[in-house]
């Protein structure tokens, strides 16, 4: 009888441990639950602020007064309109084109702007290594806990 008991004190303590660390590792995945929730709302709010940010860029009064400050467009103009005399033709000889009086082309006058200012990407921050603590922390982690959330693990590992 007394054998039969020392065989359920191992057993009990055994459970008791199960349980200690079952209960840790929910409480672990409870607080990664409450804080997914919480970046999810987080991401909801940030999608509104875009959505609110590309509704007022792409305000059609808004980009035809940048257009015309940057651009340099604007209404049109009765010298932007031209008829298909004015319009240089493909595969004529030079010859043809001598023989025909030239017109004046009030689109000679206009002469492209283009933006020569680059602009450079900021400098990105020198990466950093991580300290020996958290390395060792992760690692023992890893090993206490292997199919911990976000654990990686290969498909040799598993049963």
């Known amino acids: 009888m007394r054998a039969v008991t020392l065989m359920w004190i191992p057993l009990a303590i055994g459970v008791g441990v199960s349980m200690f660390l079952l209960k840790y590792k929910v409480q672990a995945l409870e607080d990664e639950l ?8 987080r991401d909801r709010a940030a999608i509104r602020v875009l959505e609110a940010e590309w509704t007022y860029l792409n305000d059609p009064e808004r980009l035809r007064e ?3 400050q940057y651009l340099g467009f604007g ?3 009765i010298t932007n309109i031209a008829d298909i005399g004015m319009l240089p033709m493909k595969g004529v000889s030079d010859a043809a084109s001598e023989s025909t009086p ?10 492209p702007q283009f933006q020569t200012e680059l602009r ?6 020198p990466a950093r290594s991580p300290s020996v603590v958290s390395v060792t ?5 890893r090993l206490l806990f292997p199919t911990a959330a976000g654990a ?8």
Not at 34 to 41: I, L, P
Not at 102 to 111: E, F, Q, S, T, Y
Not at 137 to 141: E, G, S
Request: aromatic share 0%.
């Open 137 to 141: 922390v992760a690692r023992l982690q």
């Open 102 to 111: 030239a017109k004046h082309n009030p689109l000679d006058d206009i002469k």
């Open 75 to 77: 209404p049109p103009a």
């Open 120 to 125: 450079t990407p900021p400098a990105a921050p």
């Open 66 to 68: 940048l257009s015309a």
């Open 152 to 159: 990686t693990s290969s498909s040799a590992e598993r049963p």
């Open 34 to 41: 409450v804080a997914k929730q919480a970046q999810v709302v």
